[in-house]
T-cell receptor, first 116, second 114 residues
Framework: GQQLNQSPQSMFIQEGEDVSMNCTSS?????WLWYKQDPGEGPVLLIA?????ELTSNGRLTAQFGITRKDSFLNISASIPSDVGIYFC????????????????FGQGTILTVHP | DVKVTQSSRYLVKRTGEKVFLECVQD?????MFWYRQDPGLGLRLIYF???????EKGDIPEGYSVSREKKERFSLILESASTNQTSMYLC?????????????FGSGTQLSVL
């Protein structure tokens, strides 16, 4: 099946530093999504990307849809303690019937720790 | 505020027990999903449903079944719990329009099978 590989697996940074993480796939995705999971909660959608080469921002977060459609990047600028959590990339899974019905494949996650 | 509610936050069961995990959403969403989350493996899809009484297997359906008798409720059933089913279980829902990839998740049920 489709697989998404995220790196790094974990990051330990100081408050105020910038963060970069990425996600790669052996197959093409037409949509890339980035979710964040706060400790003790379910994941929440941060950014959705729909077009190769697209660069989209949400506050201090910026995500890019790779030109090859096989990768995506997420950057966080000037990190703060509430950025702590697990960041997941995701893409729609293929179904035999065509439409994905929102069925997603997720990466393994990047665990972010921010030291004050 | 939109909500996906999972019936239990923590659950401890014994090997061989039948286990029911319940999930309710109040957004009138057509699609509902059950994922399990394990460290280093991310979220893996167990089953999903795109309409009442309609269900499809995800990537890891073995040992699980589901039930969707009403639109707002999606249940995950472990017929005979085993220790390798100890995990965090996450329920999610989404609508069936062009934003169907925007999943709303519950807070999760941490299941321990002893």
């Amino acid at each position: 099946g489709q697989q998404l590989n995220q790196s790094p697996q974990s990051m330990f940074i100081q408050e105020g530093e910038d963060v970069s993480m990425n996600c790669t796939s052996s197959s093409i995705f037409n949509t890339w999504l980035w979710y964040k999971q706060d400790p003790g909660e379910g994941p929440v959608l941060l950014i959705a990307l729909y077009k190769a080469g697209e660069l989209t921002s949400n506050g201090r977060l910026t995500a890019q849809f790779g030109i090859t459609r096989k990768d995506s990047f997420l950057n966080i600028s000037a990190s703060i303690p509430s950025d702590v959590g697990i960041y997941f990339c995701a893409g729609p899974s293929r179904r035999a019937g065509g439409t994905s019905y929102g069925k997603l494949t997720f990466g393994q996650g990047t665990i972010l720790t921010v030291h004050p | 505020d939109v909500k996906v509610t999972q019936s239990s936050r923590y659950l401890v069961k014994r090997t061989g027990e039948k286990v029911f995990l319940e999930c309710v959403q109040d957004m009138d969403h057509e699609n509902m999903f059950w994922y399990r989350q394990d460290p280093g493996l991310g979220l893996r899809l167990i089953y999903f449903s795109y309409d009442v009484k309609m269900k499809e297997k995800g990537d890891i359906p073995e040992g699980y079944s589901v039930s969707r008798e009403k639109k707002e409720r999606f249940s995950l059933i472990l017929e005979s719990a085993s220790t390798n089913q100890t995990s965090m279980y996450l329920c999610a829902s989404s609508d069936q329009g062009h934003t169907n990839e925007k999943l709303f998740f519950g807070s999760g049920t941490q299941l321990s099978v002893l």
